[in-house]
């Protein structure tokens, strides 16, 4: 299968809404907890029964990155974009004949399986592309279409609310939930599968760069190169770091609070897991441009440093104050998204745009890691320290303390990172016919 060329005069602003209609959509993976309570109660479910379906969605989401990459490297984005759209949607589907006839594997199977594949798949079907539309600025291509993602569950959480209390929350009201989604997501991403194309010849804008300038170096090569690994490691501790406040983000503020003459209500606590959406949002698009203009090495400096020391000021303020708690979670968000969003510019340039979407694909599995990681560490220590008797603000210091070591790991990992070694490059007749290939004359 032939990519689709884009023709003649072809505007690269029509790209990021393609891949936005794409991210917007499987972004709604982090709204799932709007129907855990409801499934709980339907099925009569535990809350970690309840929590399965989006667990095995995002460890297949890491998966199908890492050894789709290539495939999507090989067919291009329209490909990529539609077997995101019949997995996504059909796991939606499937999820909701598994809740009309009260059949949980069915709900894990489609959302968790099926659907955690579009998941992967879509995740990185733009990336390569938006990096040879913008060779001047791939940090802000990526971080507008990965910031889609992380907004997502900011359409997707009240949308879901709503239509539960319209249909109801009994299983039939959540298996016409999941049915609207799968259709609806169908028609929304359908628009990026049409819209998208590929660029003709290597500058896709007069003003900037060849998309085939520099080191070039394919996707087998690149992961044995301790560059890879020290991304890799860069990556899993940065989203460890995230995470472990976002996965308990409202009993966290609540927990630090409840000895003090203000506690924080269940709405207000509400309003802050709503603040850190948003930060996440704002950080994959804010920091991803900003590491075009001071280098991917300095931003991760950045997310891994000043989030260290943000991790030691909750951990020695945070309960005395509630402005310092949340400025300081809000910063972690934020780097959280932004290393996201930047890591495919940084790959783009180690490696080159030649096979930069399998890379990055192979590197998600840090993601996936890091998604048990983090919420492991926080979960598992609140309960020890709970189980001793503590409560309040010391259930958590011990994760914190943590939390900056694995930071600090991933700031000397950054560190490590140099230009890699001319013997992995791929021979510049080679990638020039493989690129010929992948870009026919006609649309």
Known sequence: MSPPVAPPGWSRWLVPPAALSVHLSIGQAYA??????????????????????????????GLSAA?????????????????????????FLISALGAATEQYWLIVLG????????????YISPVSTL???FPDRPGMATGIAIMGFGGGALIASPWSAQ????????????????????????????????LVR????????????????????????????????????????????GIGILEKAAPMITDFFADTSTPVTVSAAAGFVALLSAANMAGRIGWSSTSDLIGRKNIYRV?????????????????????????SALVILSFYGGGFATVPAYLKDLFGTYQVGAIHGRLLTAWSTAGVLGPLIVNRIADHQEAAGRHGSSLYGMSFLIMIG?????????????????????????????????QPESA
Request: hydrophobic share 50%; aromatic share 10%.
């Open 32 to 61: 799932w907890s709007v129907f855990k309570p409801p499934l709980e109660s339907a099925l009569g479910l535990s809350g970690t029964q309840s929590a399965l379906p989006f667990q095995l969605a995002i460890v297949m989401l």
């Open 67 to 91: 050894f789709g990459g290539t495939l999507v490297e090989r067919n291009g984005p329209r490909w990529a974009m539609t077997v995101a759209l019949v997995c996504f949607s059909s796991g």
């Open 111 to 122: 959302y968790g399986f099926v659907g955690g594949t579009g998941l992967g798949i879509g």
């Open 131 to 133: 990096i040879k539309w």
């Open 163 to 194: 239509m539960l209390r319209s249909f109801g929350s009994d299983s039939s009201g959540i298996a016409v939930a999941f049915l609207v989604h799968g259709l609806s997501y169908a028609v929304f991403m359908s628009l990026g599968v049409l």
């Open 198 to 241: 590929v660029p003709r010849g290597e500058k896709p804008s007069p003003s900037a760069p060849s998309a085939l300038d520099g080191v070039q170096v394919s996707a087998r090569s690149a992961v044995r190169t301790p560059q890879f690994w020290c991304l890799w490691v860069v990556l899993c501790m940065n989203v460890t770091a």
């Open 303 to 327: 997310y891994l440093g000043v989030g260290a020391l943000m991790y030691a000021l909750i951990a020695w303020f945070g309960d005395s104050s509630k402005p310092l708690f949340v400025l």
């Open 406 to 438: 694995l930071l600090a790991v991933g700031f000397v990992a950054n560190e490590l990172v140099r230009p890699v070694d001319a013997r992995h490059h791929v021979p510049a007749p080679r990638e020039a016919a493989d690129v010929a290939r992948q």
